[in-house]
């Protein structure tokens, strides 16, 4: 089993920055690809960032690429996700999750299915 704990959300104004934290207890995240999603009240949980096992490959949703980057520091057991310039549409719950799917294409984990633990989800708000 793997536990994700979630921190380092918050309350911003537009077009500062947050980096949020994926913390992993349980087992080592080095063999799952690790993914960030986010849920925005009344909305579906949608897809923000993928990373590979060895941080080789990454992957966005259109509309945080070169906004947000999602990294990992596996001695750390900790996923990452910087976000700079962040929008009123940025306000969500954010998710980490891990996929064991490691060796798909990156491209393809944008599906919460593919992933097999989850986060409690941090609060991102972005005022205007």
């Known amino acids: 089993q793997v536990q994700l704990v979630e921190s380092g959300g918050g309350l911003v104004q537009a077009g500062d920055s947050l980096r949020l934290s994926c913390a992993a207890s349980?087992?080592?995240?080095?063999?799952?690809?690790m993914g960030w999603f986010r849920q925005a009240p009344g909305k579906e949980r949608e897809f923000v960032a993928v990373?590979?096992?060895?941080?080789?490959?990454?992957y966005y949703t259109d509309s945080v690429k070169g906004r947000f980057t999602i990294s990992r520091d596996n001695a750390r057991n900790t996923v990452y996700l910087q976000m700079n310039s962040l929008k009123p549409e940025d306000t969500a719950v954010y998710y980490c999750?891990?996929?064991?799917?490691?060796?798909?294409?990156?491209?393809?984990?944008?599906?919460?299915?593919?992933?097999?633990?989850w986060g409690q989800g941090t609060q991102v708000t972005v005022a205007s």
């Open positions: 999750a891990a996929s064991n799917v490691w060796a798909a294409p990156v491209a393809t984990l944008t599906e919460g299915y593919r992933y097999n633990y």
């Open positions: 349980g087992r080592s995240l080095s063999t799952y690809a």
């Open positions: 990373i590979s096992l060895s941080s080789g490959s990454t």
